[in-house]
């Protein structure tokens, strides 16, 4: 295993660094990866995610949402590995966070340049005329909730059918291009188009640290420091190490 002294390096004279975060780095948060061991994908089917069925069958949707999305990811916490990260952005360290994640814990920690590349929980659209809501403001004791103009509202996330957010995916493949160094946090690298991000990294240059106790697809190919810990563990020896 690379030792935290030369991630520390890379990092320390890295002239555009930024960081790359999927589902492993909320678990410690007490959020349920939807791939893999433990997935929610293993318990549920997500057909209640699919555009067209949400469109179709918003309550049921809803209910299956409410239940899984909505009484744990939007009372969750940030966990230290969410903390240095934001520190570390705040040290002028790192440019920003391009996430897979749609729990909002990166802006909660403090991060401010966050890419939200599958869209966030923290706000919903009416499906009829657009209006915007936070989602602190909607009342979720009965579903679906209704926009004032009567239309269904849906959380803001990118379901199944719908395409990556345009702002938020030129955003992200700036920043991909622009890194001469990538942290890869918590990420199997099988969901496109999120996982060709890392590659066009590579592609212009980039170095990659990753941080993942099991193995991925990038593991063997592009990652050129790769760390085999938890998030958290990771990102408190990385403090400690980086003085920060």
């Known amino acids: 295993m690379a030792t935290i002294k030369e991630a520390v390096k ?20 007490g959020i349920a990866p939807f791939t893999g061991a433990g997935g929610l994908w293993n318990r549920y089917d997500p057909k209640f995610i699919e555009i067209n069925f949400f469109e179709t069958h918003p309550k049921e949707s809803w209910e299956e949402m409410k239940k899984i999305f909505f009484t744990n990811m939007d009372e969750a916490d940030p966990n230290a590995a969410h903390k240095v990260l934001a520190k570390l952005e705040q040290k002028g360290l790192l440019k920003g966070v391009i996430t897979q994640n749609i729990d909002g814990l990166h802006q909660k920690a403090g991060s401010k340049n966050v ?76 969901v496109m188009p999120a996982c060709s991000l890392p590659l066009t990294a590579k592609q212009f240059g980039a170095q990659i640290i990753e941080v993942n106790p099991q193995a991925s697809a990038f593991t063997g ?14 990102f408190i020896e990385l403090d400690k190490e980086m003085k920060l």
């Open 10 to 29: 890379l990092i320390k004279n890295a002239r555009y660094a930024v960081a790359f975060t999927g589902a492993g780095i909320s678990v410690e948060s």
């Open 115 to 190: 890419q939200e590349f599958h869209g966030t929980i923290k706000t919903l659209s009416c499906l009829s005329c657009g209006r915007k809501y936070n989602l602190e403001d909607v009342n979720l004791d009965n579903v679906p909730p209704l926009c004032f103009c009567g239309g269904v509202l849906k959380p803001d996330f990118v379901f199944y059918g719908e395409g990556i957010p345009v702002k938020a995916y030129q955003n992200s493949l700036e920043m991909a291009q622009n890194a001469d160094v990538m942290v890869i946090v918590g990420t199997a690298g099988q």
């Open 221 to 234: 190919s592009i990652t050129d420091l790769y760390y085999p810990m938890k998030a958290t563990e990771f």
